[in-house]
């Protein structure tokens, strides 16, 4: 590998400089995105179209310089793959068209075996020959219950009350569709890693609306059956959003990092995570801000986090509107980060 | 004052029982509400109708035999006497038709002097009157970057990117628009005392969406202002909605209680929150569940935050399909705790 300072920053190896790499890198703000996505109906073509995943993946590698592509695709194919298509309509979110309320439901879906996500295999292995070892490939999936919320909900959801309401009155049907949903998730990323993916993060985006006595119960258990499983193939990078209020449960994770949200203080960060790569954690809204206010705040959260053991990225993904020149002051400002 | 439970809970004298009232309580689940609601053509005409909004507040004391009415009304009271008009559209949530993007919106605004928020100090009247000090009157208001995403925002938002945008592009703009909603939102509470409220809650209901270093910069110093200026007239709860990460510094507001989301941990808790009397923090989802569900969670609530210094309440406001059955278990469990 050319370079690999981000496999060193999750091994804790001695690096240069913190690594860096942006969620939602490919897909969002890039003009050759923009481009590729107005070439095509929808976003979910872009996702089940090998050749075009593969293009808006390899994007911001030469563009932003980034240390790592993250394979462009979507949680959401997971579920798909089950059994549940959905739609992602614009400016509003996924939609899916039927939902699972019952145990009749959950016998319904199908489970990793011969579930189709060939597509995002191929996208796999196509990335991986055009990036030529340049930099690592970042393989991804969303955490159970995160699934799970989108396919009882069928949509985004402020309070996902829908979904909350299946763990709370119906806590052992709720059990065994996370269940279900971990074995697929499981198989999924094997397979990624079967074709190349060199790292893996899990996306526990909606985790954050359970709560301190619910949380490991419906969540985190289900991300320490997957980085069991994942973290001996390739080291795992779990990303609890809105999440740290389960700090020390997560530090028990069998993960290489954990990544962080702009709501948590990098000192309690590192003490509380003692021994995890640390991962994050920029306010996306700071890259509204001019060059100058963007390379002080990369200075101070480098500083803060330190440069070992510490990937620089934003504590959420890219927001849609943030200026493409802004994105590249932000690689550029941890790239020259020295301290 | 008949049953003074909340005020000596929040003045951390001693008490039998936990206090106990919900937030929306008045305004969601009851049968009186919801007759009320259809009898006119929307929420804020309620709001405006001082003998309906005194019937929707009276309601739960009746029915839950909670130890606290609140004020039935709106936060967006405040940026509506400042000039900003709103709407509230069913199952979507207020919309502005003017929101606030320069300079000159800003000055544009009304401040505290000659506001027009006498419907909400009528309802109070006739409240006051008609409970005859059997329990006492929750007055409220929103925080000041609360109000400030949302007239910035125009609606609410998963993300109040709008709202932070300004934050960190125009800092001195925002900080100036904030001393105005804060100078506002102080002159209306002390109005709302001097009509007899007997204990103030502020809902911080969107800061958190800030970070670990800018939280205390646009919200809760804001906060600390009102807290300095009405802690001294009657005891201030305040809510910070998904902010527990400031712990130590809202440790030091001058206010009475803290309101804690399902998040926190109550041991957490009570360990950074030193001295301050503790509300929440059950997740309004739990109300869903069955009636053994409920009292359960609602001893090993009271048994972890213990009998004293605390008032029990849920984490966020009662969702809106919540069956008032189970509302009344709630209430009935907190009464009948003895531990």
Known sequence: MKNDILLKAAAGAKVDRPAVWLMRQAGRVLPGYRKLRESVKDFTQLVKTPELACEATLEPVHTLGVDAAIIFSDILVVPEAMGLPYRMIENKGPWFENTIDSAKDIDNLKDGTGADWDYVLKAIRLVKKELNDQVPLIGF???????????????????FSVAKRMLFSEPAMAHRLLQKITRTTIEYLKNQVREGADIIQIFDSWGGVLGYDTYNEFSLQYIAAICDELNKLVPVIVFPKGAFFAGAELNKLNCRAVSLDWTVNPEEARRVLKGKTLQGNLDPCMLYAG?????DAVNRMCDRFGKQSYIANLGHGLYPDTPADNVKYFVDAVKEYSR
């Open 141 to 159: 999936a969303g955490s159970p219950f995160t699934i799970f919320a989108y396919i009882t909900e069928g949509t985004g959801s402020k309070t």
């Open 291 to 295: 060059k100058k206010a963007i390379t």
